[in-house]
């Protein structure tokens, strides 16, 4: 699974996928949840009236933190900026329902599985916003800046260091990466080591680099160079006019754009805060919003002009515990026998401690649910229920904690470490909306509940990339943290807790994790049965040790007005809907 937006269609089993009712729109699908509060959603809309030639809409992302504005798919962390790139780029190989990779993009592709390669075509009509061809050379180019040693973002991962010479080349024994051929302008050949099944699923890295553009630049200067911040570079269906740092983005048509010339003339993308953006829905002020605030959306519901599509969230919070530290030097997690939260009982007990279902119920009005397993339910075929992890039983947690020689020898309340030492817990939890303070106070007291010396971090909820920030460079006033994951369409959880993932910020280790993640790419796993029981075994795992532990699954609401025509939760190519084909009916007043 990799920290991204890739669109995710699978739904666990209790969900049905209905054949369209004919209404004033044209349902794509309709998702029957059996869950509280949810009866049904849309995932997609399309207008009985005609898109009008041109037009305009706002686009909102809602958010209490700016946007970070690393708006180049090959740096970016934060998927607030995530949702800008997928606006004016896109990757160039197009996804089915199923978020497998089809032949309809703007590239196609073919898999020599005796040879161990992949072929990349591009098509011919594919240009960059400024009227250069989009080549092989591009393609190839984005591999190398992600494999040159000075690269410092979080893409270079196992899926990338199965590439032939990537590993030689990454660590500066070679200039070059043997395992890429460039054959002419438009098409190029990887050799892999091997073919895993991540790679066929969804691991080839489908995002061309501007070479002409980025060239002029050294690697580790890229991400903060004016064409990722000030003037990013695309080929997707709209261009970037104007970048106000943090707060919006203008946008206006590609008329190249090799789907077809889009539908609206201009787009404007902006932020949000949680707590106005029903405000902003019912003034007109924006058309669309990425998500709508669960807890806002029971008594917002029928506002007029509006529909609501929805889809089963493919992110997940949890809670994670500091553990180690990123190495720099070796490019991987290194734990510290001596970690505060290394005693697994203490991490277990705090699971123990907390009760998920209610807290979904009381901040969410139940549209977020207890979460069980790291491999949420958008991997049906993966997502093991039979798994029986903690549920909140208080009673369990303190023995845990007397069995672990947590035991309060002072008398004031709170327990001390086994060695008889105070034991004071930082915990930091993002602020945001009306939920955010509510829900880290009801950790930091369910937590003291059981006798364990729990305060916010710096005494108050963090800015969201403050927070990150800090979990990247492994903040030691930080002991246990809230955040949230969007997985990808891969089941791998390689990228986000693997020993050489930078997204891992636990820190987590363990050989027999390595073992698990490893047999999960390996040739026996193109047998779905046995991919499927090592990945029961994986989340089996991570359960007992507890490095870190899933909090909510959750919908994605998404609002729409009425005026909006073709507009989907996931574009892709079976809802037939692709975002240069989004108008308006109706110009705004």
Same mark, same amino acid.
């Given at each position: 699974?990799?920290?991204?937006?890739?669109?995710?269609?699978?739904?666990?089993?209790?969900?049905l996928i209905l054949?369209?009712?004919?209404?004033?729109?044209?349902?794509?699908?309709?998702?029957?949840v059996?869950?509280?509060?949810?009866?049904?959603?849309?995932?997609?809309?399309?207008?009985?009236?005609?898109?009008l030639?041109g037009?305009e809409?706002t686009? &909102?992302?809602?958010s209490d933190?700016?946007?970070?504005?690393?708006?180049?798919?090959?740096?970016?962390?934060?998927n607030?900026?995530?949702?800008?790139?997928?606006w004016?780029?896109?990757?160039?190989?197009?996804l089915?329902?199923?978020?497998?990779y089809t032949?309809?993009?703007a590239?196609?592709?073919?898999v020599?599985?005796?040879?161990?390669?992949?072929?990349?075509?591009?098509?011919?009509?594919?240009?960059?916003?400024?009227g250069?061809?989009v080549?092989?050379e591009d393609?190839?180019?984005?591999y190398?800046?992600?494999?040159?040693p000075d690269?410092?973002?979080?893409?270079y991962?196992?899926d990338?260091?199965?590439?032939e010479?990537?590993?030689?080349?990454h660590? &500066?024994?070679?200039e070059?990466?043997? &395992?890429?051929?460039?054959?002419?302008?438009?098409?190029?050949?990887?050799?892999?080591?091997?073919?895993?099944?991540?790679?066929?699923?969804?691991?080839?890295?489908?995002?061309?680099?501007?070479?002409?553009?980025?060239?002029?630049?050294e690697?580790?200067?890229?991400?903060?160079?004016?064409e %990722?911040r000030?003037?990013?570079?695309?080929?997707?269906?709209?261009?970037?006019?104007r970048?106000v740092?943090?707060?919006?983005?203008?946008?206006?048509?590609?008329?190249?754009?090799?789907?077809?010339?889009?539908?609206?003339d201009?787009?404007?993308?902006?932020v949000?805060?949680t707590?106005v953006?029903?405000?902003?829905?019912r003034?007109?002020?924006?058309d669309?919003?990425?998500?709508f605030?669960?807890?806002?959306?029971?008594e917002?519901?029928?506002l007029?002009?509006?529909?609501?599509? &929805?889809?089963?969230?493919?992110?997940?919070?949890?809670?994670?515990f500091?553990?180690?530290?990123?190495d720099?030097?070796?490019?991987?997690?290194v734990?510290?026998?001596d970690?505060?939260?290394?005693?697994?009982?203490?991490?277990?007990?705090?699971?123990?401690?907390v009760?998920?279902?209610?807290l979904?119920?009381?901040?969410?009005?139940?549209?977020?649910?207890?979460?069980?397993?790291?491999?949420?339910?958008?991997?049906?075929?993966y997502?093991?229920?039979?798994?029986?992890?903690p549920?909140?039983?208080?009673?369990?947690?303190?023995d845990?904690?007397?069995?672990?020689?947590?035991?309060?020898?002072t008398?004031?309340?709170?327990?001390?470490?086994?060695?008889?030492?105070?034991?004071?817990?930082?915990f930091?939890?993002?602020?945001g909306?009306?939920?955010?303070?509510?829900?880290?106070?009801y950790?930091?007291?369910?937590?003291?509940?059981?006798?364990?010396?729990?305060?916010?971090?710096?005494?108050?909820?963090?800015?969201?990339?403050?927070?990150f920030?800090?979990?990247?460079?492994?903040d030691?006033?930080?002991?246990?943290y809230?955040?949230?994951?969007?997985?990808?369409?891969?089941?791998n959880?390689?990228?986000l807790?693997?020993?050489?993932?930078p997204?891992?910020?636990?820190?987590?280790t363990?050989?027999?994790?390595d073992e698990?993640?490893?047999k999960?790419?390996?040739e026996?796993?193109?047998?779905?049965?046995y991919?499927?029981?090592?990945?029961?075994?994986?989340?089996?795992?991570?359960?007992?040790?507890?490095? %870190?532990?899933p909090?909510?699954?959750?919908?994605?609401? %998404?609002?729409?007005?009425?005026? %909006?025509?073709?507009?989907?939760?996931?574009?892709n190519?079976?809802?037939?809907?692709?975002r240069y084909?989004?108008?308006?009916?109706?110009?705004?007043?």
């Amino acid at each position: 699974m990799k920290k991204t937006h890739i669109a995710i269609l699978f739904l666990f089993s209790s969900i049905l996928i209905l054949s369209a009712c004919d209404q004033s729109t044209d349902e794509v699908s309709n998702v029957s949840v059996e869950h509280d509060y949810i009866d049904g959603f849309n995932q997609a809309i399309i207008s009985d009236e005609p898109a009008l030639d041109g037009g305009e809409i706002t686009f &909102g992302i809602v958010s209490d933190s700016p946007f970070q504005g690393v708006l180049n798919y090959n740096f970016y962390v934060n998927n607030r900026d995530r949702d800008i790139i997928d606006w004016f780029d896109e990757p160039l190989l197009a996804l089915d329902a199923n978020d497998t990779y089809t032949q309809d993009g703007a590239a196609n592709y073919d898999v020599d599985h005796d040879d161990q390669s992949i072929t990349l075509t591009i098509r011919d009509d594919v240009n960059w916003h400024d009227g250069n061809p989009v080549t092989a050379e591009d393609w190839a180019y984005a591999y190398e800046v992600i494999g040159h040693p000075d690269y410092e973002g979080p893409r270079y991962g196992a899926d990338m260091r199965m590439i032939e010479g990537m590993e030689a080349y990454h660590s &500066g024994e070679s200039e070059e990466i043997s &395992g890429i051929t460039i054959h002419d302008e438009k098409s190029l050949t990887i050799q892999y080591e091997r073919l895993t099944p991540s790679l066929l699923a969804n691991g080839i890295w489908p995002y061309a680099l501007p070479k002409h553009v980025f060239e002029a630049y050294e690697v580790s200067e890229m991400a903060s160079s004016e064409e %990722v911040r000030q003037s990013p570079i695309g080929m997707g269906p709209f261009k970037v006019e104007r970048v106000v740092p943090g707060e919006s983005v203008l946008l206006t048509k590609n008329e190249d754009y090799w789907r077809g010339e889009p539908n609206l003339d201009q787009v404007t993308i902006k932020v949000i805060g949680t707590q106005v953006a029903t405000e902003h829905l019912r003034s007109g002020e924006v058309d669309i919003l990425n998500q709508f605030p669960t807890d806002q959306y029971v008594e917002n519901q029928d506002l007029e002009n509006i529909t609501f599509l &929805g889809d089963i969230d493919f992110t997940y919070t949890y809670i994670g515990f500091k553990l180690g530290e990123w190495d720099d030097e070796s490019g991987q997690n290194v734990m510290h026998e001596d970690a505060k939260m290394g005693d697994v009982k203490l991490r277990r007990a705090m699971w123990y401690a907390v009760d998920h279902d209610q807290l979904g119920e009381e901040l969410f009005d139940g549209l977020r649910w207890n979460a069980t397993t790291l491999v949420p339910p958008t991997h049906p075929d993966y997502h093991d229920e039979s798994i029986e992890t903690p549920t909140y039983d208080p009673e369990q947690a303190e023995d845990l904690l007397d069995e672990a020689g947590y035991v309060d020898v002072t008398g004031d309340g709170f327990r001390e470490d086994p060695d008889g030492e105070p034991l004071e817990i930082n915990f930091a939890s993002v602020a945001g909306g009306d939920t955010a303070l509510p829900m880290a106070q009801y950790y930091v007291q369910s937590w003291q509940d059981i006798g364990l010396n729990v305060e916010l971090a710096g005494g108050q909820l963090m800015d969201n990339n403050v927070l990150f920030d800090r979990l990247e460079n492994d903040d030691p006033d930080i002991d246990v943290y809230v955040s949230a994951w969007a997985v990808g369409t891969d089941v791998n959880p390689e990228p986000l807790y693997g020993r050489y993932a930078p997204f891992n910020y636990s820190r987590y280790t363990s050989e027999r994790q390595d073992e698990l993640l490893e047999k999960g790419l390996s040739e026996e796993a193109f047998d779905m049965e046995y991919r499927q029981e090592v990945y029961s075994e994986w989340q089996a795992y991570m359960a007992e040790q507890v490095p %870190v532990f899933p909090m909510h699954y959750r919908m994605q609401i %998404v609002p729409v007005h009425d005026r %909006v025509s073709n507009y989907a939760v996931h574009f892709n190519e079976d809802t037939g809907i692709h975002r240069y084909q989004l108008g308006v009916t109706e110009e705004t007043d």
